[in-house]
């Protein structure tokens, strides 16, 4: 690759999009003046909120009259007012009554029942005349002037022979309408006060009893929160800015890449730099620089916007300290994250708009994409995932936890996944990068016309023009419908408690679900069915191929339980997950041991190899290389075992098949792989003698001189077992590898010869 | 030079499976010769310039542009060939000068060589008066003269023209025809695709016409119209597509058909 070609396409589509107003104010100015904007009416809309009056009527306000302390002052007839000890109590309050507009409410003494008030103050409020209403019941003077007497009775001021009191509570009422702020603000207002009023009745109901104000509330919980003011404020913006950064560097990355792409295949300039002396790398290459620059440019101005707000916002609002600006070490890591995330996503929005033949079209892909993206990005919002080794092999989610974790501050816990976090994400950049690449090395994509796609005339013609191998695309098309009815077929079905029923269910499941489609769709998809599901023998050394098929998964079923080990240690099986295994090995206990055998061995030997191994298998090497095709495969084979820990392993055994079938262009050697692989691991439960727990040891069976007890992990195969188990299965598969030389060129069985 | 034989492509197709756009056609042009490409739209020429300018590759036979193999060599013929076509846009947001400048850095000339060749190119063609003006606010016939330029700038020994003058006017059709007389007598090799007559008429000595993939017929005008007894090219394309429907038809109802 020629750098100073990159280097000339990328500069010319910068200079491009430079002097490209439209884009320049969408992707640079807009957000520079959108967040001051949109906190500037934040500012105001909160400060006119907090500085506007209320206005509230009070009902029955002179049955209150005389009472100390009081809570309104005024004569009867007369304008009232909240009394002066109440605005003396706290510089806060004496704020909010000086915001509270409060009148005497008119209503004649035969009106006076509570629901004819609560009737009328809700139609004032409606008709917005006022915006909460305070209702004094008839008889909370009276009642409050028994709980004196009560307190003085008590402190041996009073009579003693006065009536205990009943257990009737009379309390003033709030009317308001949460729905409306500004009644709903009136109304927080009025409880705020009758607080302040009905802590003093509190302290005078005390004083006068002689009772100590601690018997009634004895301590108040102190927290003790050593988080710095600085942290509080981190924690806050570690959850908002990964979402916002990935969604911002997405973003900003699709749309430069559908003008460069889409929009170029529209203008017929494609064709002018296709003919120029720059490859197609280098082309890739400069878009791919633009459209990264762009990414990073959008993201980073946009959190710098929201930063500039956010300290503005925060300075003008009493918001709490963990609303507090952005911290500017935060800013620094995300800058420093976006690099790796704006070079993944600008090779996936370039894949995309390659494939668009205009810009609309390039459009329709973004919400695929975004959707896609959409829930690994949602991670650092959720409290209860926490940055693992797990998460950080995860694309994208990982590096949203990572940047939560550099935000808040945890450098330690960052630092230790930096590595796998970003290996991972320049491994999918790498892919993402040779993906775009080979879009714009297929003439069918670059050169694409705009004819109408016709379902019906599709299927027709995948039909009559099928050739004696599916296609690619049908290969991936038939794992994607496999992986579909296959989880639809998982969460439907629950799980039974017999094992009759288990078994009869699982092979019907298996059979329908993953046995009968491969078969059908080579009929339907494929000239030569038998060749599509590789019904053949593997030629040559067949049956030394197959012993060796058979003798391997044996000899590295140490290595396997290594494997499955470290795959637990690093996802730990959840509780839900742990209880549906748990119940899967009672059932075993009912179950014989050949009918075991058959469900858990023979079925997924059979259909699994059929469906992945043979008909995917096939259409993927049509097209692909020998190992693309043997990756992908195993993918979705992992997929399809549904629990995350199975999936692993079973993407690792995949591969493995993968490759033998590919060597040998057999299924057989395949189905042997696989049987002996899930059937030595069904027998070591029936080998083993039971444990009294449900479980069984191993190290007392007949084969009991290959295993030793660990207190970790249970039974393991001894060390000097497990080298020399792994070394002979390297061996056999070097003689594997030797015997099936005959058919060294696989992919070569698999083209059509129908041009020639 | 340009050696194309037995060349043939087919593509993907919904309805039909697939079309073969090129069926084992095989011509050669020379230095300093306008090889003439006539055929009516869907006829294959531009599947065949566009393999011979490495956008597209074969799916059969052979391709070599100045002793480049146009699959194996890409990069070699690429820098060997100069293409112009009605489809080839411009930049709107670069002037000519720029857009110029950015393909003669690609095919890696110089400062000074392209400082040069840009002097010459935009004295040839006429450019100074709009070296700096926007794509987008070209005319037509600037637009085209700049997509020669871009062509041109590098000096490639073969050039491709692909209904070069489809969509122009007709002052500006007839000086691009002038232009590309210029580049025959520079010694250039070049392919003028078209289905104008005159303009093949007034530029090729040798030509090929080609209807639905196949070439109907190769070589010396004056041969040509000597051996079909036309003396109008017109008249002669017509014959001879005439001719191949008729051919087909009875083809498509043969004897073994009919007794079916």
Redesign the interface.
């Known amino acids: 690759m020629n750098w100073s070609n990159v280097k000339l396409v990328c500069h010319r589509e910068l200079r491009d999009q430079w002097r490209d107003r439209r884009t320049m104010f969408t992707t640079l100015v807009l957000p520079l003046i959108t967040y001051p904007i949109m906190g500037l009416i934040l500012v105001q809309v909160a400060q006119f909120v907090s500085e506007h009056s209320s206005k509230v009527d009070v009902y029955g306000a002179h049955f209150l009259e005389g009472h100390d302390p009081a809570l309104l002052d005024g004569e009867r007839n007369s304008q009232i007012s909240f009394a002066d000890p109440l605005s003396e109590a706290d510089p806060r309050t004496k704020h909010k009554i000086g915001l509270l507009e409060i009148k005497r409410a008119l209503v004649s003494p035969d009106d006076w029942t509570l629901d004819a008030v609560k009737d009328n103050a809700t139609h004032k409020i409606e008709a917005k005349e006022i915006d909460a209403a305070l209702v004094i019941p008839p008889g909370l003077g009276k009642y409050l002037d028994r709980l004196i007497n009560e307190a003085e009775h008590l402190g041996g001021v009073a009579d003693s022979t006065a009536p205990p009191l009943d257990d009737e509570v009379i309390a003033p009422y709030v009317i308001s309408n949460s729905v409306t702020d500004r009644s709903r603000l009136a109304g927080e207002r009025l409880e705020d006060v009758l607080h302040i009023w009905h802590g003093m009745l509190v302290d005078k109901y005390f004083e006068t009893g002689q009772i100590p104000k601690q018997l009634a509330d004895p301590f108040q919980i102190d927290q003790i929160d050593i988080a710095p003011v600085e942290s509080k404020s981190a924690a806050f913006w570690a959850r908002i800015i990964p979402f916002m950064l990935l969604m911002w560097t997405l973003t900003g990355a699709f749309y430069p890449a559908i003008d460069l792409c889409a929009g170029e295949k529209e203008r017929g300039t494609l064709e002018t730099l296709l003919v120029g002396a720059a490859s197609r790398l280098e082309i890739v290459g400069g878009k791919l620089l633009t459209v990264m620059v762009f990414s990073m440019l959008i993201s980073i101005f946009n959190i710098v916007s929201i930063w500039l707000t956010s300290s503005f916002v925060a300075s003008k609002l009493p918001l709490g300290d963990e609303f507090g600006g952005i911290p500017l070490m935060a800013m620094v890591w995300a800058t420093a994250i976006v690099i790796p995330l704006a070079a993944l996503f600008s090779a996936l929005s370039l894949t995309a708009a390659t494939f668009a033949r205009s810009t609309k079209e390039g459009q329709y892909y973004l919400m695929p994409l975004i959707f896609l993206c959409m829930p690994l990005m949602m991670v650092s919002m959720m409290p209860n995932i926490e940055l693992d080794l797990g998460n950080a092999m995860v694309p994208v989610c990982g590096a949203a936890l990572l940047l939560r974790e550099l935000v808040q501050g945890n450098m330690d816990t960052a630092f230790r996944y930096a590595v796998p976090v970003i290996g991972v994400t320049l491994f999918c950049c790498y892919l993402s990068i040779r993906w775009a690449t080979a879009q714009f090395n297929d003439e069918s994509v670059l050169f694409r016309e705009s004819e109408k796609w016709n379902f019906r005339l599709w299927i027709k013609h995948i039909y009559r023009y099928r050739k004696s191998l599916p296609t690619a695309a049908a290969a991936v098309g038939f794992g994607v419908l496999l992986l579909s009815i296959r989880f639809a077929v998982m969460f439907s079905a629950g799980l039974p408690e017999q094992w009759s029923s288990f078994a009869s269910k699982q092979s019907i499941t298996m059979i329908l679900s993953i046995g009968l489609p491969p078969i059908l769709f080579a009929l339907w998809l494929s000239r030569d069915w038998r060749q599509t599901l590789k019904l053949n023998l593997p030629g040559k050394n067949s049956l030394a191929l197959l012993v060796l098929a058979a003798l391997i998964p044996l000899l590295l079923q140490p290595l396997m339980v290594y494997v499955q080990t470290f795959i637990q240690w690093l996802y730990p099986v959840n509780a839900a997950s742990g209880a549906g295994l748990e119940q899967i090995t009672v059932m075993f206990e009912q179950a014989s041991w050949w009918s075991a055998l058959f469900v858990m061995a023979v079925l997924p030997a059979v259909c699994e190899e059929l469906a992945f191994r043979g008909f995917m298998l096939s259409g993927l090497q049509t097209e692909s290389k020998p190992w693309s095709s043997i990756f992908i495969t195993a993918a979705f084979f992992g997929l399809a075992h549904g629990m995350l820990q199975q999936s692993l392993n079973a993407f690792l055994v995949g591969i493995l098949i993968g490759y033998l079938v590919v060597r040998t262009n057999s299924l057989w050697v395949g189905v042997v792989y696989h049987f002996v692989h899930n059937g030595f691991t069904v027998l070591l439960t029936y080998i083993g003698t039971p444990k009294g727990d449900g479980d069984t040891s191993l190290t007392d069976s007949p084969i009991g001189f290959l295993f030793e007890s660990t207190d970790e992990s249970g039974d393991m195969y001894k060390p000097v077992v497990s080298v020399i188990a792994i070394l002979i299965a390297i061996i056999c598969i070097g003689l594997f590898h030797k015997l099936s030389v005959v058919n060294d060129e696989p992919e070569q069985l698999v083209l059509d010869s129908s041009h020639n | 030079m340009i050696v194309v034989r037995d060349l043939t492509k087919?593509?993907?197709d919904?309805?039909?499976?697939?079309i073969q756009a090129v069926k084992g056609l095989s011509f050669q042009a020379q230095p300093g010769e306008v090889y003439g490409l006539l055929g009516p739209n869907g006829a294959g020429k531009t599947t065949v310039l566009?393999i011979i300018?490495?956008?597209?590759?074969p799916?059969?036979g052979q391709v070599t542009v100045n002793g480049f193999d146009v699959v194996e060599q890409?990069?070699d013929v690429?820098?060997n060939?100069g293409?112009v076509?009605n489809?080839?846009?411009?930049?709107?947001?670069?002037t000519a000068l720029?857009m110029v400048e950015?393909?003669g850095?690609?095919?890696?000339l110089s400062e000074e060589r392209l400082q040069e060749r840009i002097e010459i190119v935009f004295d040839q063609l006429h450019m100074n008066g709009f070296r700096d003006r926007l794509g987008g606010k070209m005319s037509t016939g600037m637009g085209q003269k700049v997509?020669i330029a871009?062509?041109i700038i590098?000096d490639p020994p073969v050039l491709v023209f692909d209904e070069a003058t489809v969509g122009l006017d007709v002052l500006v059709a007839r000086s691009l025809v002038e232009t590309i007389g210029e580049f025959q007598e520079q010694g250039k090799c070049i392919i003028f695709s078209t289905h104008h007559m005159r303009e093949v008429e007034r530029l090729c000595e040798r030509v090929a016409i080609m209807y639905e993939g196949s070439m109907l017929a190769e070589g010396n005008l004056k041969e040509l119209s000597e051996i079909h007894e036309q003396d109008d090219l017109e008249d002669l394309f017509f014959d001879l597509i005439s001719n191949y429907d008729r051919k087909k038809e009875s083809e498509a109802i043969s004897p073994e058909e009919m007794d079916v």
């Open positions: 087919f593509y993907p919904l309805q039909q499976g697939e566009r300018s490495t956008m597209l590759k799916t059969g890409s990069y690429r820098r060939i293409f076509s489809n080839t846009g411009g930049y709107d947001r670069m720029e950015f393909f850095r690609l095919y890696g997509s871009r062509a590098h």
